[in-house]
């Protein structure tokens, strides 16, 4: 079974525009990672946040962390066709190396 | 390129028959996980190595799946006797263990069983 949940399962924005998408969990994590997956392809990494960390940048990217809620965010800033993508959280837990990924976030940026 | 790479990209077979998927990580990269993705869903695990010790296997791999990482290096997945169900991306991906938890993930090997 799938350890992370990403909400919303679709997002279509505007060029510009930023993008919100959340990832909830279950069970305590070490770790949590974003990827990007490109129709067909494989997974780019984007962040890697820890458990003991709350907010990351990169970029036109932020990540946040709440552990308390075991819920993550990533905003995607002045966003461009090129980040056109499904976006998967994937939460490694403590102890463990193996990611447990959503069922992903389906982004469309229209020009 | 010095980044995960999988072959073959794309494979098309008849139920029945065998199938064998190479991965080469990252070279200095001590772990090697293998993960299957349906469409429309996220990857799910399916096993990982250390170096060249299996250590752990989902229950989604059955007795027909097997892999190997001889010497530590490559990885290959072998799936015996294919069913239309195992139609799928396979993923690999590569990480340098306690030092550097990210997983980088090579393009995958697209399965179709006819």
């Known amino acids: 079974s799938q350890q992370g949940e990403e909400d919303p399962q679709a997002l279509s924005i505007q060029e510009g525009e930023n993008a919100t998408m959340n990832c909830s969990y279950k069970?305590?994590?070490?770790?949590l990672q974003w990827y990007r997956q490109n129709s067909g392809r494989g997974l780019v990494h984007l962040i890697l946040?820890?458990?003991?960390?709350r907010e990351k940048h990169s970029g036109r990217l932020r990540v946040t962390l709440d552990t308390s809620k075991k819920s993550s965010s990533l905003l995607i800033t002045a966003s461009r066709a090129a980040d056109t993508a499904s976006y998967f959280c994937?939460?490694?837990?403590?102890?463990?190396?193996?990611?447990?990924f959503g069922a992903g976030t389906t982004v469309t940026v229209r020009a | 390129d010095t980044g995960v790479s999988q072959d073959p990209r794309h494979k098309i077979t008849k139920r029945g028959q065998n199938v064998t998927f190479r991965c080469d990580p990252i070279?200095?990269?001590?772990?090697l996980y293998w993960y299957r993705q349906t469409l429309g869903q996220g990857p799910e695990f399916l096993t990982y190595?250390?170096?060249?010790?299996?250590?752990?296997k989902s229950r989604l791999l059955s007795d027909r799946f097997s892999a190997e990482r001889p010497k530590g290096s490559f990885s290959t997945l072998e799936i015996q006797r294919t069913e239309q169900g195992d139609s799928a991306m396979y993923l690999c991906?590569?990480?340098?263990?306690?030092?550097?938890?990210?997983?980088?993930f090579g393009p995958g090997t697209r399965l179709l069983v006819l």
């Open positions: 991906a590569s990480s340098f263990g306690l030092i550097e938890e990210t997983q980088y």
């Open positions: 069970t305590s994590i070490n770790n």
């Open positions: 946040i820890r458990s003991n960390e």
């Open positions: 994937a939460t490694a837990l403590t102890d463990d190396y193996k990611l447990s």
């Open positions: 070279s200095e990269h001590n772990r």
């Open positions: 190595f250390q170096n060249e010790a299996q250590l752990e």
